[in-house]
């Protein structure tokens, strides 16, 4: 049977690359539904069309109300959907972006279950952070103790320029609003930061939950790709946020964030980080799906096909 009353589902290879599309969107108090090949957004404000091809991840906030055609269009668009809390605070669920090959999956799992392989990873992203500097034979303690003295001194730095009191990082996942200026900026940028560092990482075919910094969580890997970029990002956003002193501090912070992750061209550097880190060569992503049989002396081989012994 045909689809009825609906457009064909998308050919992959005609869907932007991840990098090439926007960063986030934040929505709450709103109906999602289906338009065409865009996601129609309905609130008190009006209707608002957004092209779902051309979007990273949406973030759910309190207060939406999606139909399932819609979630039909978000998946063929490979767009990941994340379910928060108030401000995007809280994590709830997600859902699973649009891919079929598992390359850059299976060289992350291979990786990160060899401990030599695992560190020298590990290794690599702190790397990104100290340029000028050989952390080559450093052990894990004294990268983590280096990077909480820089992290603690941009804290400083960002504080004396904006004239913001700073004490330290707290926060509660169940009350935004407990925590100071500073704090509820971060908690609202770090969550955008992760949703689009989750994106990314399935996008890629990649899995969020194999970290190398951070592990045991089912979004570690994002939250080491995040961590990446708060010194420029969401960091700095948040004692600006806090100097400004807006009405809605988490919704000053993402639009703040989404014009710097534009101007900063984040995604597209995540994309070429993570193959970096994961040693990828290729240039762009295989989305031509490949299944293959493993077999321990000969690697792969081709599937759909018999391989039963003459005479069995």
Partial sequence: MGNKGGIEKPEIQALPRVQDRMTFIYLEHCKINRDKGAISVKSQQGITDIPAAAI????LGPGTDVTHRAMELIGDAGVTVIWVGEHGVRYYAHGRALT???????????????????????????????????????????LRGREGSRIRALYREQSKKWNVDW????????????????????????????????????????????????VGHELSFAYDIADLYKAETTIPIAFEIAAENPEDIGSAARRRLRDEMRKGHI???????????????????????ALYLWDNLEGVLEHGISYAEDGG
Wanted: aromatic letters at 6%.
């Fill in 56 to 59: 990273s991840v949406l973030l």
């Fill in 100 to 142: 079929n090959h598992s390359t850059l999956l299976v060289k992350q799992a291979q990786l990160v279950s060899n401990e030599k392989k695992h560190i020298q990873v590990a290794r690599m992203m702190y790397q990104m952070r100290f340029p000028k500097e050989d952390v080559s034979r450093l052990t894990m303690q004294q």
């Fill in 167 to 214: 004490d330290r990082r707290e926060y509660s996942p169940e009350d935004f609003q407990s925590g100071d200026p500073v704090n509820q900026a971060l908690s609202a940028g770090n969550a955008c930061l992760y949703g689009l560092a989750h994106a990314v990482i399935c996008a890629l075919g990649c899995s969020p939950g194999l970290g190398f910094v951070h």
């Fill in 267 to 289: 995604l597209d550097r995540m994309v070429r980080d993570i193959k970096k880190l994961l040693a990828d060569d290729g240039e762009e992503e295989d989305y031509e799906s």
